[in-house]
Structures are given as C-alpha cells and as structure tokens.
C-alpha cells in the first residue's frame, strides 16, 4: 500500500500539536474520490486549526488544511473518473476530515467540485475557500439588488486573503471600493487592487455606535464582526447590504434593529462552508469568468510543503497578506 507525507494535527496531553508523518491510504477517511493533492492553501482557519487557538479541529488525528486541488486517481462516483482535475474545499475539510496537507486526499463526491475551464490547479488554491467565500459574498449581496450604480462598497480586513479578493472582484466589476484596514502601511497594496479608498480602522470611534449614523454605504463585506460589523450596520445606505464573513474582530454582535426596519438594511450570511450545489458549482464558474480577480497572480505566494508549518504564526499574528498556495505535490 502506498505510503504519502501528511502534516498530522493531533492531542497529547491536553495540548494541539502538528508535524510531518507519513500516512498510507488505510488511514484516510471514508469516501468516494481519491485525489493526488497538487496545491493546497493557507487560510487564518487552517492557522487555528494547527496551532490550536481556536476551538477548530473536531477530531483528533486529523490531517490539516481546508483546501486542495488535484487530480482524480479513484472514483467509485460516476461524475468523476481517474485524471480529472478537481478542486475540494470547505465542509468539514481539514477540521474534522483529513485535508489538503497530505499527498492523497480522500473525500465524499459532493465535496468535490470540476476544475473550471479557463483556471489551472495552482490558481484554484490562489482562490481557494477565501475567494469562494468572497465571491459567495458578492452573490448573496447581488441577489439582494446591489449594483455598482448603487453606491459604494466597503471592505473590512481588507489585507487578508477575503478581503484582498472581494476588493479585487468588486473593483473589475466596476464598483467604488473602500478598504478599511488597520495596516495603513499596505494602502499602495490595496490601492493597486482598486481600492478607489483606503480608509484607517483607527479613525473609527467604536465606543461611541449610533443606532443609525450617517449612511454611506450600499453593500459591505465584513471579515471582521464585532464592533466593526455594529458601525456597519448604522452607516448603510437605505436598502445596503452586509455580506457577514468572519469574525476576526469577535462574535459578539451590539447592535439595534433600527437599521434593518428604518433603513431596510439586509443582513447576510456567508455560509462557504456547508453550501452545496448548484451554488458551489456556479460560483466556482464565476471565478473562472467575470469574477476572476484581475491581480490574483500579484497578491499570491508559494511555499513548497516543507516549509508549511514556519507560517501559521504569522496568520495568528495577524501579518498575512493576500494569499499564500503550497505546493504540495513533488513533495
């Protein structure tokens, strides 16, 4: 039985620890599709995940890494066979079903979803579950009648990979992008994905939220939550709407009702994780065509398989920028 290298997230005295191992296909999980993983991501969920600061991982052992790309080596399911290349992210990916951090992946058929014509495997992993989870945003927010004739679009935590892929979308789309960051040393970054508006987290008084403040925005996407996602919500325009993505800011939401039944102000959740078809399909096409973020070659870094586990504490340290893909294959 073949043997293939894994980053295996474990339990050992309480405590979350990671490391190489070599695996052999006996130890994957139950599944249709059996994949040889060629790239892999770095996502802030995966940092959790494999550090153990948050209440991440639902089982133990698990194979890290909530994204993977690859090319079909089995399928006992009809709607792939041996050679496809396919991409499979989220669901209960790397948390609680061995992931992307290994040379063979095993998952369940409806996680699994055809390479796109016109995206090569690399630049799936570039994407990844953070321009699935943008472009998902972008989706709800469209479907609730939000145009760039509208007015603008903000964007919070806009340095990390969400927030760099939602402003790059949203400006080839053609709208007025605002990116609101705490890194105003990145302001020519975001500027050069088309921010029309890099706007400083700390002018905002946060202790001081008004039920309804002046209204300047028509949509917005937040990775942030918290306070920040509060403030939001006082500051749409009539009818906005909020794509809520993360929480990197707190869960906690203070908030009144007097946006949503004053203003007609819509609240919506961004679920990538579980979402299926034909969502997830049609997405992922949209990726390929005319969400496909113009600058996703420039905000992109690789780092070869090895070198995996010397960047999760830049994630939790809150100093990534943009995208960073593994190579995991050749490995």
């Not at 399928?75 to 063979?104: C, L, M, N, Q, W």
């Not at 789309?173 to 890099?198: F, I, N, P, Q, S």
């Not at 400083?200 to 306070?227: F, T």
């Not at 065509?289 to 870094?301: E, I, N, V």
């Amino acid at each position: 039985m073949k043997s293939f290298k894994a980053l295996l997230i474990e339990e050992r005295d309480g405590k979350v620890c990671s490391g190489f191992t070599e695996m052999d296909e006996s130890r994957l999980d139950v599944g249709e599709v059996t994949i040889r993983v060629a790239h892999s991501s770095v996502n802030y969920k995966d940092a959790l995940a494999v550090t153990g600061k948050g209440r991440i991982i639902r089982r133990f052992p698990c194979v890290g890494g909530i994204d993977l790309s690859g090319i079909v080596e089995a399928s006992a399911d009809a709607r792939f066979k041996p050679g496809d290349p396919v991409i499979a992210t989220s669901f209960d990916i790397g948390v609680a079903h061995h992931g992307g951090y290994a040379e063979i992946a095993r998952v369940p058929a409806d996680w699994v979803v055809p390479l796109p014509a016109g995206l090569t495997l690399f630049e799936a992993m570039a994407l990844g579950t953070a321009g699935f989870t943008a472009a998902l945003g972008i989706v709800r927010m469209e479907e609730n009648g939000l145009t760039p004739q509208k007015g603008p679009v903000i964007v919070t935590g806009a340095t990390g990979g969400v927030g760099s892929l939602a402003i790059d979308m949203l400006a080839k789309l053609g709208y007025h992008v605002v990116a609101l960051t705490g890194k105003m040393d990145e302001a020519d970054y975001l500027r050069g994905l088309g921010a029309a508006e890099v706007m400083p987290r700390q002018e905002l008084d946060l202790s001081r939220i008004k039920p309804l403040d002046r209204g300047r925005w028509a949509g917005a996407v937040d990775n942030l939550g918290g306070d920040v996602l509060a403030w939001l919500a006082s500051t749409m325009e009539q009818g906005g709407a909020i794509a809520s993505i993360g929480l990197a800011a707190g869960m906690a939401l203070n908030t009144t009702v007097a946006p949503f039944i004053l203003r007609g102000v819509s609240l919506l959740g961004v679920d990538s994780g579980y979402i299926g078809e034909p969502y997830r399909q049609g997405v992922w096409q949209r990726l390929a065509g005319d969400l496909r973020p113009p600058h996703l070659a420039a905000m992109t870094r690789r780092i070869a398989f090895d070198r995996l586990p010397e960047v999760f504490a830049g994630f939790i340290a809150g100093q990534a920028k943009g995208r960073l893909v593994v190579d995991i294959a050749g490995s």
